[in-house]
Nanobody, 123 residues
């Protein structure tokens, strides 16, 4: 049974930082592209960032480029999202996702989803 379990969400002031983690089990972690999506209240889920199976290539949504960094540790079956310079508009539930490639991740072809972790940025 595949499980993606997110952690690290919470309440932070604007301009602050948070680091999200997603621990994976039940799959060959190093064979998947991994990524993060988010869903703000009243809005659709949107792509945030993705990283290829080896960790050498990444892609970001324009809204987070330069502020967020995605990374992975295949030895620990974990993907991370370092979020800096947070803004109130970053408030959302953040979801971890596994896909075949970065391209299919960004097109929404997701194999597995986590249950999400809430990030709240106060102004």
């Amino acid at each position: 049974q595949v499980q993606l379990v997110e952690s690290g969400g919470g309440l932070v002031q604007a301009g602050g930082s948070l680091r999200l983690a997603c621990a994976a089990s039940g799959l060959i972690f190093s064979a998947y592209a991994m990524g993060w999506f988010r869903q703000a209240p009243g809005k659709e889920r949107e792509f945030v960032a993705t990283i290829n199976f080896g960790g050498g290539s990444t892609s970001y949504a324009d809204s987070v480029q330069g502020r967020f960094t995605i990374s992975r540790d295949n030895a620990k079956n974990t993907v991370y999202l370092q979020m800096n310079s947070l803004k109130p508009e970053d408030t959302a539930v953040y979801y971890c996702a596994a896909a075949n490639t970065r391209a299919t991740m960004q097109s929404g072809e997701i194999y597995h989803w986590g249950k999400g972790t809430l990030v709240t940025v106060s102004s």
